[in-house]
């Protein structure tokens, strides 16, 4: 864990001003978002209860053009190779959100809850990496779904329902979903480097699966 800070410091030190820095606060925030959305899902014991909380994240996250990396990913097909700095530096600024929001929780006395996020932690290490890949990309399908389904809708109930099923599914069916797992890593102090292993794998499904539908809306679907 200390080595990985000590990376993450000297990448901030190489950063540039100006738009890097927007990319990286605004994954910040979505990071935030996400652990406080993570939070509110340990807190119940109900999962449906439980998605539709986190799902509010996402919808927040939409709203206050945050950037969080799996809602971002699935457009890396139709945007200059800038574009992956981009996705880079909203990435770092997720980790670091929810970084900020597992070492506050630990203070507080919702430190209850880092039973269950090791609970999770560990149902998720005793998986098989290809279960791992399969079920991150199905997540990143529906990620990429509800996200564009947010930008192109007109109507605003259209653009809220989709993203509260979208995560329900996702929750419900446990499909993983590479920050939500970051976060409970970090809560249940299990980010160890299997642990890291399997949230870059997290992070190739994501991303596969959206650029997948992603690929499909572009050819097919837009106008």
């Excluded at 200390?2 to 901030?12: A, Y």
């Excluded at 007109?154 to 509260?164: A, H, M, P, R």
Aim: aromatic share 12%; with cysteine; charged share 15%.
């Amino acid at each position: 864990m200390k080595k990985v800070l000590n990376n993450i410091n000297r990448v901030l030190k190489n950063i540039s001003r100006g738009k890097d820095v927007d990319y990286l606060i605004k994954g910040l925030y979505a990071g935030i978002m996400i652990g406080i959305g993570c939070t509110a899902y340990l807190a119940t014991s109900n999962v449906y209860i439980g998605a539709l909380l986190l799902a509010v994240s996402l919808l927040v996250i939409c709203m206050y053009g945050m950037s969080l990396f799996t809602a971002k990913v699935g457009y890396l097909l139709i945007n200059r190779v800038e574009y992956i700095k981009e996705l880079l530096l909203s990435l770092l600024g997720n980790f670091l959100g929810v970084s900020i929001v597992s070492s506050l929780v630990r203070k507080t006395s919702l430190v209850v809850y880092q039973e269950k996020a090791l609970s999770i932690s560990k149902s998720i290490l005793n998986d098989s990496i290809l279960s791992i890949f399969i079920l991150s990309a199905l997540c990143g399908f529906l990620i990429y779904i509800a996200i564009n389904n947010y930008k192109k809708v007109s109507g605003e109930v259209g653009k809220y329902i989709l993203i509260f099923l979208s995560v329900m599914i996702i929750v419900i069916a446990g499909l993983n979903h590479s920050i939500f797992d970051m976060y409970y890593f970090l809560l249940s102090n299990t980010l160890n480097t299997k642990a890291l292993l399997y949230l870059f794998v997290m992070l190739v499904g994501n991303g596969l699966g959206s650029i997948l539908i992603a690929a499909f809306y572009n050819k097919f679907y837009k106008n």
